[in-house]
């Protein structure tokens, strides 16, 4: 295990962790999710399996951990930052794995980058926002009397106050989330120490988020995909996932039947044993 931080063309320091040694098959970048809350903790939480016989590069994305927030904080920058690390480490090729809001900059990476990525791996994520926003709104809705439903409504839009107003809207989606699965995916910042970033992910939500609709691309992603969905989700709509797996050329689409929004932990078991499956069977060797 390698930490560096790791300088952008901007000036922009991003935390970087490389996982396994093995440079004889093609390595992997890991984009977490939770912009502003997660960090390179919830990717190794993930996909630190792989480090077995491949490298894993994990990393803070721009404005997330410990990383610098320098603007812009949008999808294209942040997948622009991917090239920039791909060609600082010396990837030519490399297997890109992302989970939920990761997983809108892997998509757009994929789609600028294509000769880039050997493979997709894609958990619990989507191609356009509206079905997200809609069914987070229901759960609010459902919501019982002592969730704080504007603070909430504060966190889809991005307009949290704070950092306390952060944290307090994470809880409430915690409690709101563990009331309708059977089992409740891990708070954002639960793999690791939290730091809070409410500048990166109010910029998220509130500039890139709501206009965030690349269906009509898909098509021009041919690599092997693996669409990985939660079939108990309360973020991400199932559909999402196969929408995904219908449009994009060469995907496959797995359910994990007891998973919320976070089958890469909640199944890890039976997770793992479908990546590694996919990973052999795809010529990402």
Same mark, same amino acid.
């Given at each position: 295990?390698?930490?560096?931080?790791?300088?952008?063309?901007?000036?922009?320091?991003?935390?970087?962790?490389?996982?396994?040694? =093995?440079?004889?098959?093609?390595?992997?970048?890991?984009?977490?999710?939770?912009?502003?809350?997660?960090?390179?903790?919830?990717?190794?939480? @993930?996909?630190? &399996?792989?480090?077995?016989?491949?490298?894993?590069?994990? &990393?803070?994305?721009?404005?997330?951990?410990? #990383?610098?927030?320098? *603007?812009?904080?949008?999808?294209?920058?942040? !997948?622009?930052?991917?090239?920039?690390?791909?060609? @600082?480490? *010396? &990837?030519?090729?490399?297997?890109?794995?992302?989970? #939920?809001?990761?997983?809108?900059?892997?998509?757009?990476?994929?789609? =600028?980058?294509?000769?880039?990525?050997?493979?997709?791996?894609? $958990?619990?994520?989507?191609?356009?926002?509206?079905?997200?926003?809609?069914?987070? $709104?229901?759960?609010? +809705?459902?919501?019982?009397?002592?969730?704080?439903?504007?603070?909430?409504?504060?966190?889809?839009?991005?307009?949290?106050?704070?950092?306390?107003?952060?944290?307090?809207?994470?809880?409430?989606?915690?409690?709101?989330?563990?009331?309708?699965?059977? +089992?409740? %995916?891990?708070?954002?910042? %639960?793999? @690791?120490?939290?730091?809070?970033?409410? +500048?990166?992910?109010?910029?998220?939500?509130?500039?890139?988020?709501?206009?965030?609709?690349?269906?009509?691309?898909?098509? $021009?992603?041919?690599?092997?995909?693996?669409?990985?969905?939660?079939?108990?989700?309360?973020?991400?709509?199932?559909?999402?996932? +196969?929408?995904?797996?219908?449009?994009?050329?060469?995907?496959?689409?797995?359910? &994990?039947?007891?998973?919320?929004?976070?089958?890469?932990?909640?199944? %890890?078991?039976?997770?793992? !044993? $479908?990546?590694?499956?996919?990973?052999?069977?795809?010529?990402?060797?």
């Amino acid at each position: 295990m390698t930490d560096q931080f790791f300088t952008t063309s901007d000036g922009a320091r991003l935390f970087t962790r490389m996982l396994g040694q =093995n440079e004889t098959k093609t390595p992997v970048i890991v984009l977490h999710g939770a912009p502003g809350a997660h960090s390179h903790a919830a990717a190794e939480a @993930g996909y630190g &399996f792989l480090q077995t016989d491949r490298r894993v590069l994990v &990393f803070d994305a721009r404005g997330s951990g410990v #990383s610098d927030d320098l *603007g812009p904080l949008n999808h294209a920058r942040w !997948a622009e930052d991917v090239e920039e690390l791909r060609i @600082g480490f *010396g &990837f030519d090729k490399f297997i890109l794995a992302a989970h #939920s809001f990761g997983g809108f900059v892997a998509l757009q990476y994929a789609i =600028n980058y294509k000769s880039r990525v050997a493979a997709l791996i894609l $958990e619990d994520t989507s191609a356009e926002s509206v079905s997200i926003v809609r069914c987070i $709104e229901h759960f609010i +809705k459902a919501a019982p009397a002592h969730i704080d439903r504007l603070r909430l409504r504060r966190m889809v839009t991005g307009t949290l106050h704070d950092e306390e107003d952060f944290l307090g809207s994470m809880a409430d989606l915690a409690t709101l989330t563990a009331s309708t699965a059977t +089992k409740a %995916s891990p708070p954002a910042g %639960s793999h @690791g120490a939290l730091r809070l970033r409410t +500048k990166t992910h109010n910029c998220a939500f509130r500039d890139d988020f709501p206009d965030y609709d690349i269906r009509s691309r898909l098509h $021009e992603i041919r690599c092997p995909s693996f669409v990985a969905v939660g079939a108990l989700d309360p973020v991400m709509p199932v559909e999402c996932g +196969k929408e995904l797996a219908a449009n994009i050329p060469h995907a496959e689409l797995v359910m &994990f039947p007891r998973s919320g929004h976070n089958p890469s932990v909640e199944e %890890s078991a039976a997770f793992r !044993a $479908e990546v590694l499956r996919f990973l052999a069977a795809c010529y990402a060797t």
